[in-house]
């Protein structure tokens, strides 16, 4: 099984790029904690420039980096070179592979991707890093939980159909 798991701004947006350092444009009580339920036990596939910038592998995940340098590496995580290794690897794993970006990791991962947990956040910041566009019709919803406060956000499930 693999899980898209991000948080998307209205316009699209998913981070911005200052200094060619990586950030999210937003920050919302709360919603670290639910992608942290969401992905804890389970395999992390993100990019190499999305893991420098939370600079360690998250506690109580096995985190895969994809990255095209075949030089690099980190203490603690697994490396692929593609998504057909990382997906390898995955299924050597817990078996279910928890896509956490940044947007490339997003794009190459969506012909693979059985869900797909988006976070609709109600803002429209700027940034340009974005979060894919997949076609709607070969997705049903099949959850939505509204989550009201100072900045609203939908929790929405996509499941392939």
């Known amino acids: ?28 009580p709360g919603e670290q904690r639910r992608f942290k339920e969401l992905t ?11 893991y420098d910038s939370i600079g360690r592998p998250l506690p109580g995940r096995t985190t895969i980096v994809l990255t095209r340098d075949r030089e690099w590496s ?8 593609d998504m057909e290794q990382a997906r390898a690897l995955a299924a050597d794993l817990d078996g279910e592979l928890m896509v956490a970006g940044g947007a490339q990791v997003y794009a190459a991962a969506m012909p693979f991707a059985d ?15 974005r979060y894919p566009s997949f076609d709607r019709d070969a997705w049903v919803e099949v ?16 499941e392939r159909r």
């Open 115 to 129: 869900a797909q947990v988006l976070t609709e956040v109600d803002l429209e910041p700027e940034g340009d890093v």
């Open 40 to 50: 804890l036990g389970h395999t992390l596939l993100m990019g190499r420039t999305t």
């Open 74 to 81: 980190a203490q603690g995580v697994l490396v692929a070179h």
């Open 1 to 28: 099984m693999t899980t898209l798991v991000a948080a998307v701004a209205r316009n699209g947006v998913i981070g911005t790029s200052t200094d060619g350092r990586p950030d999210i444009p937003w920050s919302i």
């Open 143 to 158: 959850a939505r939980e509204h989550v009201p406060g100072e900045t609203a956000y939908d929790v929405v499930r996509w």
